[in-house]
């Protein structure tokens, strides 16, 4: 087994030195591109977009999104995956040989273990969503299948795996993952995404349903962690391999720790479910305005600008558990702020604006 996974490994180090002395100046590119399929931005740029477009699409993507990074988190803990800008400096693969070097970057030095990627989980199921979305609208409620919807048919999912295809490359070429981490990743991610699509209660779902399911997630994560701890088993176990082998320290970062991705989807989850049940949002996404283009559109823009404003918080990494509990309020901020705030104050503002032009 061991023999297996090594030769599996340093096939996965030679697709990376080959993509870095092959495709050096692409680094901006490979380096955007995972930055991009970071579910940050999914969270913070596509959810106020599509929640205003359509909000079964936003919800679902939210559910996604959160779900399949639990599941990955859970998945890491149980599969205990390197990764490779750690694995081949203390494998034993290249004793009678000099170890391949490889080059690190900004975005190598994730802290949690490997297997699979949580980056090619997250934009499959995203963008899984995204393009059924736009494919089910396409054929409209009698599910008609002209030549137009082919054509598109054939864009979309084109697009869809050129996306894949360029973001697992990105995780491999940066060193972050091995080739079988990524492809596992967008398979999760795909299978997290199809599940979605056959379960329907997420769209009406009551604020004790939400705080059930957070705190069942939380409760679960959790409990594994201290079982598998009290059996001798550190989950904890690459954040010590980040910070002995990672080529700079401040590449280091405290939200890729598994615990800080965990809080900030629950966050997430806990937000929406808030923000769903409140009366801001039935005042404004439930009311006369909320079925006018107009308004939709104005909300999403000022959700866009506000959470890119609200994104430069970063909360102090140096005390661990203030981190996570701003990382949790953060996170839950933002659907509160998508999904309530904000419609319930441009409501506000044109219902103001209406009674001074009468």
């Not at 599996?8 to 901006?28: C, E, V």
């Not at 399929?37 to 959810?47: I, Q, S, T």
């Not at 967008?186 to 056959?198: C, D, L, R, W, Y």
């Amino acid at each position: 087994m061991e023999t297996g996974m090594n030769v599996l490994h340093d096939s996965g180090i030679q697709a990376t030195r080959w993509l870095q002395q092959h495709f050096q100046g692409s680094q901006d590119w490979f380096l955007f591109i995972s930055f991009a399929a970071d579910l940050r931005n999914a969270f913070f740029v596509l959810f106020p977009i599509w929640f205003h477009v359509s909000e079964s699409v936003g919800i679902r993507l939210i559910w996604v999104a959160v779900i399949g990074d639990w599941l990955n988190l859970v998945f890491k803990w149980i599969l205990f995956g390197e990764r490779p800008y750690w694995w081949v400096h203390e494998t034993n693969y290249y004793s009678n040989t000099s170890a391949p070097e490889i080059q690190q970057f900004p975005l190598t030095c994730e802290t949690g273990p490997g297997s699979p990627s949580g980056h090619a989980m997250g934009a499959a199921g995203v963008y899984y969503v995204m393009v059924t979305a736009i494919l089910s609208a396409a054929a409209g409620k009698k599910q008609s299948r002209t030549l137009k919807y082919w054509v598109l048919w054939t864009l979309l999912w084109t697009g869809f795996w050129a996306v894949q295809v360029c973001v697992c490359l990105s995780r491999v070429f940066i060193a972050a993952h091995f080739p079988h981490q990524v492809i596992a990743g967008v398979i999760s991610g795909m299978a997290v995404a199809k599940t979605f699509q056959h379960i329907h209660c997420i769209y009406h779902a009551s604020l004790r349903r939400y705080l059930g399911i957070t705190f069942f997630l939380f409760s679960f994560a959790l409990g594994f962690y201290l079982l598998l701890r009290a059996l001798g088993v550190d989950l904890l176990w690459t954040l010590e391999k980040a910070r002995r082998w990672c080529d700079r320290p401040e590449w280091v970062h405290m939200d890729t720790t598994p615990f800080a991705s965990l809080l900030r989807n629950l966050g997430i989850l806990f937000g929406l479910g808030l923000a769903l049940n409140s009366h801001m949002y039935l005042e404004s996404c439930r009311g006369k305005q909320g079925q006018h283009l107009p308004f939709r559109l104005g909300c999403a823009a000022t959700s866009l600008l506000i959470l890119h404003l609200f994104d430069a918080f970063k909360p102090p990494s140096h005390m661990q558990l203030l981190f996570y509990i701003l990382s949790f309020c953060k996170s839950a901020a933002v659907p509160l702020a998508t999904v309530g705030l904000i419609p319930y104050c441009v409501s506000q503002l044109l219902a103001t604006q209406d009674k001074k032009g009468v």
